[in-house]
């Protein structure tokens, strides 16, 4: 499993990377460059694919960025989900402060991929100001993910 970053319904968990202090980042605060509040350190942007771990932290998200958020639909058991984790957090990396990426397990949050209508994984959807504005699925290396969503 690729790095990814953790959150709640209040905002996503950011370790400085100074001194290591687990900061949290408010949702509608994602496009700004954040201070540790221990050290005082810049923080960088959001470069990691954010895994949802609740229902109430996925609406929370989609109703307060400012970014477009990019999610992806997966789950441990799916070889080319596997395959995509990789690819995502590189597109994530490449598109810091310009969109979201957020991973969902279908597994494990089958309440949010239900309201997508999710038929096949890996899929990905794109959501601007909380609306579903396109959806794709299958395997795609990082510039094709990134090209779909700057395009949609």
């Known amino acids: 499993m690729s790095h990814h970053l953790e959150s709640d319904e209040r905002g996503i968990i950011l370790p400085c990377p100074t001194c290591g202090t687990a900061n949290r980042i408010a949702y509608a605060k994602v496009s700004q460059q ?4 221990t050290c005082k350190a810049d923080l960088p ?3 990691a694919p954010v895994e949802m771990t609740s229902p109430a932290a ?11 958020v990019v999610i992806d639909f997966w789950a441990a ?3 080319p989900c596997q ?7 590189k597109a994530a990396a490449q598109a810091a402060g310009e969109a979201l990426f957020i991973k969902v397990n279908t597994d494990e949050q089958q309440q949010i991929a ?6 096949g ?3 990905f959807a794109l959501m601007c100001n909380g609306k579903v504005t396109a959806q794709t699925s299958g395997f795609q ?12």
Do not use: D, T
Not at 58 to 68: M, N, T
Not at 83 to 89: D, G, L, N, S, V
Not at 114 to 119: A, L, V
């Open 45 to 47: 942007l959001v470069a």
């Open 114 to 119: 239900s309201q997508f209508r999710i038929q």
């Open 58 to 68: 996925f609406a929370a998200l989609i109703s307060q960025s400012p970014l477009p």
């Open 121 to 123: 994984i890996p899929a």
């Open 34 to 37: 954040g201070r540790c509040g």
């Open 83 to 89: 395959m995509m984790a990789p690819e995502f957090a």
């Open 77 to 79: 058991w799916c070889g």
């Open 141 to 152: 290396p990082a510039a094709r993910l990134l090209a779909w969503m700057r395009q949609s």
